[in-house]
């Protein structure tokens, strides 16, 4: 889920992006382009629907579900981090707010500039603009940021982004502020200074200050558990209701001073999410577009079975929004139990995966391509590699063989929990692996509830199927996230679902970060992929599109690349404000 620094590395990362998609996930742009004049899906592909916005009236999200987290110390899924970085506070550094490989580009946000490395990028430096306030117009400071990124360590708020634990000088063992507690890295010289000292050298450092990890959060407001009802807003609205479950309302925030924000246009006075909708409800009424629907965008993606009512209507598909996710969606296999533990059963799983079915699930070709490594194409120039080989139907045959050479000719039964929305990837993953006697019961989760069920480690399924975006394209915030084992945790944990602990990949992973040739790191990368997918911890299945249909009234409309294709809501509003309450 993140990026920029040193010139070098920013020049080699800018290359990388105008090779692929930026940030958080995604397909290949070679494909991208071969579809764009066949494939319908893609015909706004890096543009933004609407025009310019006019400044007013009320913007509705329809959403199937509540938020996982808006507190910024644990917001750590695409669209939260999106939605919460957009509109409630702002960090040390930020994405532009334009679509395509633009949108992979840092700029300054509370900070002055991009951070100044020193000690061979050992220490971070970042000055704060002038005049910052909060809601209530009490002064933004760099202790507030501080606060924010030691109270990431509290057991009792788990689930958000580990940049800090994994790179902190003396971060082993912190638990947070309470009791006084501070973390001595993190120094604050003045209201305005904000220094980091690393532990190893870490020439990305300003990509991972776009995380909600780098927000700001007054002590004097910080309520525990609970500030993820309330977060105190420093960027443009603030939150006027939230109902769990229900409903938020932003209003806009007084304080923000737009002098001091680059990105966020800030168009709607209101922002209304609507939770609690039935997937296809929703897709209904954005298809009809009707009354205050017109002013209203998805919170999440196009279910498969709509699809073709929009591809086949030149209105609504003028409206669609399909930009690649460039996050890897994976079958993760839980590598410390059985029969998990034993890599025949692991890789009989690879074998027995059917990904065409997956992919139909996912809603076909015209919105994915099937995963043939581990980490998004975006990442090296477009293209992913394919060590396995495996058949994209899978192979039935080899996997019943390993099965017998595991000692269970017969099969085994296990669970998969997967989203309630991709009950009908579950529905593929199951018939596919039955093929080979692997016997699968579904069980389905609330989204909002999805990745703190999975990140129970002692209480979760053996099978999950989830998946992962680069924070910004560097191997180095792919497979370290899911693939290092001295990051599990047994609560709220993240992105190494199927906790996997391989000395020999941990001590690759150690000797590639340590590399100052970003080129020779890249390749590096993406051979410990091949490495790390013969030991088969995870299935790869589908590269996702993010489908997204919009209101007739939405203007600067874009999906984020760098937010997983999300729409950014820094620039979206509304084309005729007048007609939002109708």
């Known amino acids: 889920m993140d990026k920029r620094t040193c010139t070098v590395l920013a020049a080699a990362l800018v290359a990388t992006l105008a090779l692929g998609t930026a940030g958080c996930s995604g397909g290949s742009r070679s494909d991208d382009n071969r579809g764009r004049g066949t494939n319908p899906a893609l015909a706004n592909q890096g543009a933004v629907i609407g025009g310019t916005p006019t400044k007013g009236g009320t913007l509705t999200v329809l959403s199937n579900q509540d938020f996982t987290h808006l507190d910024p110390a644990r917001n750590w899924v695409m669209g939260d981090m999106d939605f919460g970085t957009r509109l409630l506070y702002r960090t040390l550094v930020t994405y532009r707010a334009a679509p395509a490989a633009a949108g992979g580009e840092l ?77 001595d890295s993190v120094k604050v010289p003045d209201d305005h200074t904000i220094v980091f000292e690393l532990r190893k050298p870490f020439a990305e450092f300003s990509y991972a200050t776009v995380l909600p990890t780098f927000a700001p959060v007054p002590k004097s407001r910080d309520t525990g558990p609970r500030y993820d009802n309330r977060p105190f807003s420093s960027g443009p609205y603030r939150i ?133 490594a581990l980490m998004p194409g975006s990442l090296f120039g477009g293209k992913q590699s394919d060590t396995l080989r495996i058949p994209l139907t899978g192979d039935v045959a080899e996997a019943e ?15 998969l929990t997967v989203s309630n929305g991709d009950k009908g990837v579950g529905e593929a993953i199951q018939q596919s692996l039955g093929r080979a006697g692997i016997k699968v019961t579904i069980e389905t989760v ?25 924070d910004y394209p560097s191997g180095s915030t792919f497979l370290p996230f899911v693939f290092d084992g001295r990051y599990i945790k047994e609560k709220g944990n993240s992105g190494n679902h199927s906790l996997f602990r391989d000395r020999e990949t941990m001590r690759r992973m150690d000797e590639i970060a340590a590399m100052t040739d970003v080129r020779q790191a890249a390749k590096a990368w993406q051979d410990l992929d091949g490495r790390i997918l013969a030991k088969a911890p995870t299935a790869p299945a589908v590269i996702e599109r993010m489908p997204l249909l919009l ?17 950014d809501y820094a620039t979206v509003g509304l084309k005729d404000p007048s007609q939002s309450g109708r």
């Open 446 to 470: 609330d989204p909002s509830a999805f990745y703190d069920t999975i990140g129970d480690t002692r209480n979760r399924t053996d099978l999950v199927y989830t998946g992962w975006c680069p």
């Open 240 to 372: 006027e209701t939230y109902a769990r479950d229900k409903q938020l309302v932003l209003v806009r925030n007084p304080y923000w001073d737009p002098e001091s924000d680059t990105v966020r246009k800030a168009y709607p006075d209101r922002i209304v999410v609507t939770m609690g909708l039935k997937g296809n409800q929703i897709d209904d009424r954005l298809i009809a577009s009707s009354g205050a629907d017109a002013s209203a965008v998805p919170w999440g993606k196009l279910r498969p079975e709509s699809t073709p009512k929009v591809i086949t209507k030149a209105d609504a598909r003028a409206r669609l929004l399909a930009e690649s996710t460039n996050c890897t969606e994976m079958l993760q296999m839980h590598t410390g139990r059985a029969p998990f533990d034993d890599v025949k059963v692991r890789q009989a799983v690879q074998y027995a995966l059917d990904r065409e079915a997956v992919l139909t699930a996912s809603g076909g070709p015209a919105l994915g391509e099937p995963a043939t």
């Open 551 to 567: 209101g007739t009234n939405i203007a600067g409309a874009f999906g984020h690349t760098s937010f997983g294709g999300q729409i």
């Open 401 to 415: 063989r390993l099965l017998e050479e595991a000692g269970r000719p017969d099969g085994f039964a296990t669970d």
């Open 107 to 183: 700029t300054p946000d509370l900070a002055e500039d991009l951070g100044t490395s020193s000690n061979g990028a050992r220490t971070w430096t970042f000055r704060l603009k002038k005049g910052l306030k909060y809601e209530d117009g009490s002064p933004i400071t760099a202790h507030d940021i501080k606060y924010n990124v030691e109270r990431s360590f509290s057991p009792d708020l788990p689930g958000g982004p580990d940049y800090a634990a994994r790179y902190l000088a003396g971060a082993e063992g912190y638990r947070g502020p309470a009791k006084g507690k501070r973390l």
